[in-house]
């Protein structure tokens, strides 16, 4: 079977890798030069199997309200005339309330755990690098209150299946040395012990190289303008070049992986994907002190901050905006990050030579993202990944190839098996 794949970020990527597994013929296609460069390039780096709880929960819209009107809020919400927007808002209130919560929380934790499973499969499989670290995430708490929600916190997380270990800031110091000269703020930790973190742009790279060598095709610089339909099947797509030139891709079935872009790409064939972009920064700045470094990924909870070490650099990423697929650096937010910085780890890398980025997570109110069928019967879905695709990634690429090759995919999640709205 010849399978277009729409899209060489995280999500298609490891798409196009297990359907080549899966024995398809697979041809990929993206606008840009190389994979994973726009928003899989310079994410938080985590394999954050633990963090299976959405940004929609039920304490989300008071915390919003908290931080209404600060420019540096970690989660804002920039109200446009947008449609998408307001529909996308009132579906995310709709996903704070706590039975909604309990369920996307246990979908995500179960395509989470299988991802990070495909993800060491893979790893063993290939030998694949990219400054991958397995030694689990530290979730950093401040204040007692946190702390003492932690033992519930764990319980549920080990009803779903995730390991963890509640520590306090000595034991959470023997675990990660670089925190010390925090002991005096911290308050406790949970370490995610099935967490890693690694370089999704680098990852990208690589495994489009090994994918490529078993023989996938990737057609760069091509941007796909639509769909040709005819009598209910996608025939082919149409794609101009980056010297405008025109073109028709032909395939059995298409998969549609392009990210915060999927619904405007299919709007045309009457299907609604709940996805709009929520933008996030991050900066990459090096190392000067590599003793002082810490090496398990970070999440400052009360932040919404991640820190991971990538090789000789660490990555500091984090807050969301609501603010349309405007992609302009906004001096707020990214002095944000570098202030976490150096607040938490200073002298230990050169902010004055950060990278700085930002991008776009595709996300669906609920953070569930859209996997399997539409209705369309040869047009598939491996999107909407929000907070979470590079954790998502292998498990949702495995499973897009599972359903595209008339398999069921293992884990219990929603996939879109019937048809999509
Ligand atoms: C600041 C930040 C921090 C993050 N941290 C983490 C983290 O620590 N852990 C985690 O799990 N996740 C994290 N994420 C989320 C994760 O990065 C995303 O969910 C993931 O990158 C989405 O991958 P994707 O392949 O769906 O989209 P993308 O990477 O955006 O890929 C979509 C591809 O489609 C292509 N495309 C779009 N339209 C077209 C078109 N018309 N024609 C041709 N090609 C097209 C694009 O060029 C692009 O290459 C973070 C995100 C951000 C922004």
């Known amino acids: 079977m010849e399978v277009l794949v729409i899209g060489a970020g995280l999500a298609g990527v490891s798409s196009a890798w297990y359907l080549a597994q899966a024995g398809c013929n697979v041809t990929v296609v993206d606008r840009q030069p190389g994979p994973g460069l726009e928003t899989s390039f310079a994410n938080g780096g985590q394999i954050s199997v633990s963090h299976p709880e959405p940004w929609a929960n039920p304490s989300a819209p008071a915390t919003v309200l908290r931080w209404l009107g600060r420019p540096d809020a970690p989660l804002l919400f920039r109200w446009r005339a947008d449609p998408a927007q307001w529909r996308w808002s009132l579906s995310f209130l709709h996903e704070c309330l706590p039975g909604r919560t309990t369920r996307n929380t246990a979908a995500i934790a179960r395509l989470a755990a299988y991802s990070r499973r495909e993800l060491r499969a893979l790893r063993t499989a290939t030998g694949i690098e990219y400054e991958a670290f397995t030694g689990g995430i530290l979730h950093l708490f401040e204040t007692a209150r946190e702390v003492a929600h932690l033992p519930a916190k764990l319980r549920q997380l080990e009803e779903l299946g995730i390991r963890g270990t509640i520590l306090d800031p000595d034991q959470t110091i023997a675990v990660e040395p670089a925190l010390a000269p925090l002991r005096a703020r911290l308050a406790g930790a949970l370490h995610g012990l099935d967490d890693e973190s690694g370089n999704a ?99 400052d909870e009360s932040r919404r901050v991640v820190c991971s070490r990538l090789g000789d650099h660490l990555r500091v990423a984090g807050t969301a905006e609501l603010n349309g697929f405007d992609l302009s650096p906004n001096p707020a937010r990214s002095a944000a990050i570098v202030n976490w910085l150096e607040d938490h780890l200073p002298g230990v890398a050169d902010p004055a030579r950060a990278e700085h980025w930002c991008g776009l997570r595709p996300a669906t109110p609920g953070n569930v993202p859209l996997i399997g069928r539409t209705r369309i019967d040869n047009l598939f879905l491996n999107t909407g990944h929000g907070t979470l695709g590079w954790t998502l990634a292998c498990g949702s690429g495995h499973a897009i190839a599972d359903i595209v090759s008339g398999q069921r995919p293992e884990p219990a999640f929603p996939f879109l098996l019937a048809k999509a709205k």
Request: charged share 20%; with cysteine.
């Open 201 to 299: 742009h680098l990852f990208c790279t690589a495994l489009a190289e090994k994918a490529q060598a078993a023989g996938v095709r990737f057609l760069m610089n091509n941007t796909v303008q639509d769909f040709d339909l005819i009598h209910g099947r996608i025939r082919g797509v149409r794609v101009l070049d980056s010297d405008f030139r025109a073109g028709v891709l032909r395939a059995d079935a298409f998969v549609l992986a392009a990210g915060s872009y999927s619904p405007a790409l299919v709007r045309r064939l009457d299907i609604r994907l709940p996805i709009y972009p929520v933008k996030g920064y991050s900066i990459t700045v090096p190392i000067i002190d590599h003793q002082r470094a810490p090496r398990l990924s970070l999440t």
